[in-house]
Nanobody, 124 residues
Framework: VQLQASGGGLVQAGGSLRLSCAASGRTFNRYAMGWFRQAPGKEREFVTSISRTGGTTYYADSVKGRFTISRDNAKNTVYLQMNSLKPEDTAVYYC??????????????????WGQGTLVTVSS
């Protein structure tokens, strides 16, 4: 599967952005999906993930209550709605896919396919 992330940009603190990740292929609903991010000078970290059906989601503590992951299997797309953005949310955001047998993971190593990343910059 190929992944294409979009929707990044420059936003002021307190603002919102919605990222999208479009997947190729006809088996999108067999993949659990995740969003990760990498801030300048830091390692890539988990943000959120969602199961194949959307029934299970996980969030990093740093984004819980502000970010929402969702997916539309008919459109082969996963979304990340980001509200109340903070300067520390500035990072390149990557979507990732894991061929899932019913599990959804938070660990980067479990994901098989990665998008190219989209830059989110939050100004103070």
């Amino acid at each position: 599967v190929q992944l294409q992330a979009s929707g990044g940009g420059l936003v002021q603190a307190g603002g919102s952005l919605r990222l999208s990740c479009a997947a190729s292929g006809r088996t999108f609903n067999r993949y659990a999906m995740g969003w990760f991010r990498q801030a300048p000078g830091k390692e890539r970290e988990f943000v959120t993930s969602i199961s194949r059906t959307g029934g299970t989601t996980y969030y990093a503590d740093s984004v819980k209550g502000r970010f929402t992951i969702s997916r539309d299997n008919a459109k082969n797309t996963v979304y990340l709605q980001m509200n109340s953005l903070k300067p520390e949310d500035t990072a390149v955001y990557y979507c990732a896919a894991d061929y899932s047998y019913g599990y959804v993971y938070t660990q980067e190593a479990e994901y098989d396919y990665w998008g190219q990343g989209t830059l989110v910059t939050v100004s103070s």
